[in-house]
C-alpha cells in the first residue's frame, strides 16, 4: 500500500511538471480531484478535500504567504450575464491554519500568487481546482452552455485551466448570454 502511494505521488508530481500544471495529463485530472464540484453556483471554498487536491495541483500549505513570487491577477465569471462571486479564502483554510500560493483574502476576485519559490508559476486550472469548482474548455461548474475566457478584454481559445498567470491579468469566463462589457482590467489597490 506504501509503494502505491509512492508511486502515485510520483506519477502525479510528474505529470504536473513541477507544479506548472501545463500537460495535458495533468489537467485533465484536476477535475477528478476529491471535492472539485460540477454544480451551479454559488461556489464556496471547499475544504473538506482541500489538503488532498493540493499535492496533485502543485501547491503547498505554507505557514506565511511567500515573498519570492508575489503578484495578482483577478478573474471575473459570468453566467447569463450575471456575475457569479469569487469568494474569499480560497486555499486559507482557517480550520487548519495554513494558506497555498494561490488564494483569495476577500470577494473582490483578485488571485494572490504568493510563493517562497522564485520561479513558480501557476495556471488558471489550478486555481480554480483548489476552489473546488470544475472548469474545462466547455464547461465551469454545471455550467456548458458555450464557455469562452477572455484575457485582458481579449477573446482566448483552448483550455482556459492551462493559462498560465501573470500579474495584473483580468481573466473573465463567460458562459451562456454574455455581460454588456467584458473587463478589459481590473483596478488593483495599491500594492497589488
Same mark, same amino acid.
Given at each position: 500500500?506504501?509503494?502505491?502511494?509512492?508511486?502515485?505521488?510520483?506519477?502525479?508530481?510528474?505529470?504536473? !511538471?513541477?507544479?506548472?500544471?501545463?500537460?495535458?495529463?495533468?489537467?485533465?485530472?484536476?477535475?477528478?480531484?476529491?471535492?472539485?464540484?460540477? !454544480?451551479?453556483?454559488?461556489?464556496?471554498?471547499?475544504?473538506?478535500?482541500?489538503?488532498?487536491?493540493?499535492?496533485?495541483?502543485?501547491?503547498?500549505?505554507? !505557514?506565511?504567504?511567500?515573498?519570492?513570487?508575489?503578484?495578482?491577477?483577478?478573474?471575473?465569471?459570468?453566467?447569463?450575464?450575471?456575475?457569479?462571486?469569487?469568494?474569499?479564502?480560497?486555499?486559507?483554510?482557517?480550520?487548519?491554519?495554513?494558506?497555498?500560493?494561490?488564494?483569495?483574502?476577500?470577494?473582490?476576485?483578485?488571485?494572490?500568487?504568493?510563493?517562497?519559490? !522564485?520561479?513558480?508559476?501557476?495556471?488558471?486550472?489550478?486555481?480554480?481546482?483548489?476552489?473546488?469548482?470544475?472548469?474545462?474548455?466547455?464547461?465551469?461548474?454545471?455550467?456548458?452552455?458555450?464557455?469562452?475566457?477572455?484575457?485582458?478584454?481579449?477573446?482566448?481559445?483552448?483550455?482556459?485551466?492551462?493559462?498560465?498567470?501573470?500579474?495584473?491579468?483580468?481573466?473573465?469566463?463567460?458562459?451562456?448570454?454574455?455581460?454588456?462589457?467584458?473587463?478589459?482590467?481590473?483596478?488593483?489597490?495599491?500594492?497589488?
Amino acid at each position: 500500500m506504501l509503494i502505491a502511494a509512492v508511486v502515485l505521488g510520483v506519477v502525479l508530481l510528474r505529470d504536473n !511538471s513541477g507544479g506548472d500544471g501545463n500537460t495535458s495529463t495533468a489537467v485533465a485530472r484536476y477535475n477528478n480531484l476529491p471535492g472539485v464540484r460540477k !454544480s451551479k453556483a454559488p461556489w464556496p471554498p471547499e475544504y473538506q478535500f482541500l489538503a488532498d487536491r493540493l499535492l496533485p495541483l502543485g501547491l503547498n500549505t505554507l !505557514s506565511q504567504e511567500g515573498v519570492a513570487t508575489h503578484y495578482h491577477a483577478h478573474l471575473d465569471i459570468f453566467v447569463d450575464g450575471k456575475k457569479v462571486s469569487v469568494p474569499a479564502l480560497i486555499g486559507i483554510n482557517p480550520g487548519a491554519n495554513y494558506l497555498t500560493e494561490l488564494h483569495t483574502h476577500d470577494t473582490r476576485g483578485v488571485i494572490h500568487v504568493e510563493s517562497p519559490k !522564485s520561479d513558480d508559476h501557476f495556471t488558471l486550472g489550478q486555481f480554480v481546482a483548489e476552489w473546488g469548482v470544475f472548469l474545462n474548455g466547455r464547461c465551469i461548474g454545471s455550467y456548458c452552455n458555450g464557455l469562452k475566457w477572455y484575457l485582458n478584454g481579449k477573446r482566448q481559445t483552448g483550455n482556459p485551466q492551462r493559462y498560465t498567470m501573470q500579474s495584473h491579468d483580468e481573466i473573465a469566463i463567460v458562459v451562456g448570454k454574455a455581460p454588456k462589457t467584458i473587463p478589459s482590467s481590473y483596478r488593483f489597490q495599491g500594492g497589488e
